[in-house]
């Protein structure tokens, strides 16, 4: 665990996750406190929630995937910030995430 007494001024971080599978939640939401860190869940979209105009030809569960990472992107435009960090729920955390993503948030130039 990394030993932080405050977490990072970072970028925010979203992961993507499935309803059916709390398994992989709390593994994210575990592995981001062990960094000192906080993420907000992004509903995954289902295979059987992709609208019927978008089955053309691409397996339903690509399409799926990305509205999924389309949800994500759409919070980022709501949360005002200039950039995000999303994660698919079978991440596995390096304990130098945290030291990625402080310079990023630098680099470009968020102050959040």
Do not use: C, K
Request: charged fraction near 20%; charge should be negative.
């Amino acid at each position: 665990m990394v030993d932080r007494a405050m977490p990072p001024a970072t970028l925010p971080i979203y992961y993507i996750n499935l309803a059916s599978r709390p398994d992989r939640r709390d593994h994210m939401v575990d592995g981001l406190r062990q960094l000192g860190l906080v993420g907000e869940r992004i509903d995954a979209v289902t295979r059987d929630r992709v609208p019927s105009a978008l089955h053309t030809g691409v397996p339903p569960s690509y399409v799926a995937s990305r509205l999924s990472h389309m949800s994500a992107w759409q919070r980022l435009v709501e949360s005002g910030a200039p950039a995000a960090i999303v994660l698919e729920d079978d991440v596995v955390f390096a304990p130098t995430f945290v030291d990625f993503i402080d310079p990023a948030a630098t680099a470009l130039g968020a102050d959040l």
